[in-house]
Each structure stands twice: as structure tokens, then as C-alpha cells.
């Protein structure tokens, strides 16, 4: 069998088959309404702490270092080797220090006393526009300023 046979033959069976499709037996139903958990309050304080994937520190300077000094190992020859090794490790920590210390992300508490009478400390990524004393809406665990 040539080619042009042997895709002839597939198409036709994909033709075939395509035309044996089933649609779906039920119907497709709209998402359901959930329920949002809405409390008002006054931001009590606000904190401040730096976010971290849990990295021991300098994790990123010690493998830029390595991955710099390989790199600048291709080049040169002799002391000119030597010394490229060493430019590149030390071009590689600095690299990889600051890609880690880029990586972590400040992150705020924000402690909030309810109107209800109680008080609810909630963590997030960035502090928006937030200053203390600020009336805030709080939906599911999320503070707003209102």
C-alpha cells in the first residue's frame, strides 16, 4: 500500500467515526450561587513580614555560584580559566542572591475589630491601600477598604 492509500483509509474512518458521536444525556446546569462571607470593621494594626518558600538563606547565592563558576569555566585557558571560574562564580552568587531575595514577597497581617464586637487577624499579599484606623469590608477572609 502506497501512502496516499494508507491516508485515504484513515480518513475515512475518522469521518466515520466522528459521525457516531453522542451528545451529552444531561443537561448542562449554571453554576450554583455561593454564599459570600461579609463582616465590617475598623483596622486595628497592621504588620508586616517577609514571605518565603521556606528556603535556607543564601540557597540562591550557592547555586548561582556553582552554575557561574561552570559557566565561566568554558572560557580561557590556564590562569585565563582560573580566573574566568572565579568571575563567574562570584557573578553567579550575586545573580542568584538577588533572584532569590526577588522571590520573596512581603506579606501583611491585618488585624481587624469587628463591628460585631470581636477582632480577626487575616493574612495577605500586599497591602493595597490599608492604613490603620481605615473601615474595611471583609469578604471571605479578603479585607477591602470601604
Partial sequence: MNFRTVAMVVLASATLLGGCAYPEPYPVYER???AQRIEYGVVEAIDMYRGGDGAPIGLGAIIGGVAGGIIGHQFGGGSGNTAATIVGALGGAAVGNEVQR???????????RLDS??????????????????????????????
Avoid: K
Fill in 117 to 146: 464586637g470581636g477582632s480577626l487577624a487575616l493574612e495577605q499579599v500586599g497591602q493595597g491601600e490599608l492604613r490603620v484606623g481605615d473601615r474595611v469590608r471583609i469578604v471571605n477572609n479578603r479585607v477591602y477598604r470601604y
Fill in 102 to 112: 526577588s522571590n520573596a514577597r512581603d506579606r501583611y497581617r491585618v488585624i481587624v
Fill in 32 to 34: 450554583p450561587v455561593v
